[in-house]
């Protein structure tokens, strides 16, 4: 069983910047690929972006794309997301999730909440105007 624990959210203002981390335990971390999904007030939880296992293929959510970076660090277990040039529509709960299962490395399967086997409880972020 994969443990996942998000860090790094906060109240930041619009334009700024923030680093979401996942620590992973519980399980091997680099066989899982790992996504972010964020949950808005009355909104349902959507795609941010994904990492395959190794780090060579990304996905990011159009509304999202050369603002968040995803990386990953197999070696200490965590996944990040660099949130740059925020803005206060980005303001959500941010969820970290691991997908245990191979297959297809479509960008419409990592987007998929149902892709992902384990998931967070979801860190904070708020962007104010």
């Known amino acids: 069983q994969v443990q996942l624990v998000e860090s790094g959210g906060g109240l930041v203002q619009a334009g700024g910047s923030l680093r979401l981390s996942c620590a992973a335990s519980?399980?091997?971390?680099?066989?899982?690929?790992m996504g972010w999904f964020r949950q808005a007030p009355g909104k349902e939880r959507e795609f941010v972006s994904s990492i395959n296992r190794s780090g060579g293929l990304t996905y990011y959510v159009d509304s999202v794309k050369a603002r968040f970076t995803i990386s990953r660090d197999n070696a200490k277990n965590t996944v990040y997301l660099q949130m740059n040039s925020l803005k206060v529509e980005d303001t959500a709960v941010y969820y970290c999730a691991a997908r245990r299962r191979y297959g297809s490395t479509s960008y419409s399967t990592f987007a998929n909440n149902a892709a992902y086997d384990y998931w967070g409880r979801g860190t904070q972020v708020t962007v104010s105007s």
């Open positions: 519980g399980g091997t971390f680099s066989t899982y690929a």
